[in-house]
């Protein structure tokens, strides 16, 4: 049996309003929350030079979720990030970014896949498939 991670269908579904609302430009933020749990979801600027084509999360926004995960808040387990013109699945673009072990929630075609970063994966070399709970 595959992994499997927790996460809302209305925090599903406000990230796949928000991907179509950006149809010229990816969307991009972080995950936050704990073993098998994605609790909440903050949304980030897209600051990378061609963010048509590219994601790049505002540098602020994540050093602001560090500090408030060294608080006590909600840790960062992942980001998401879409493919406007693309499908919900990682692009090779992707995988050269991939470090390991965080969680990737991809969004494209009107569809949300979550994937698990690894050192070798099944799908574009660096991913593994992560069935997400409702």
Not at 52 to 79: K, Q, S, Y
């Amino acid at each position: 049996m595959g992994m499997r991670v927790e996460i809302s269908r209305s925090l599903v579904d406000e990230l796949l309003r928000a991907a179509a609302a950006s149809p010229g430009a990816e969307i991009c933020g972080l995950l936050l929350g704990g073993a098998g749990r994605i609790e909440a979801i903050l949304p980030a600027a897209n600051v990378a030079a061609d963010p048509a084509h590219r994601f790049e999360i505002d540098p602020a926004t994540l050093f602001a979720a560090h500090r408030a995960a060294r608080a006590g808040g909600p840790r960062i387990i992942g980001h998401y990030h879409s493919h406007p013109t693309g499908s919900a699945e990682p692009s090779p673009r992707d995988a050269e970014q991939a470090i390991g072990g965080e969680y990737w929630l991809l969004l494209g075609g009107g569809a949300a896949r979550l994937f698990v970063a690894t050192r070798v994966g099944a799908i574009a070399g660096r991913f593994e498939a992560v069935a997400m709970a409702h």
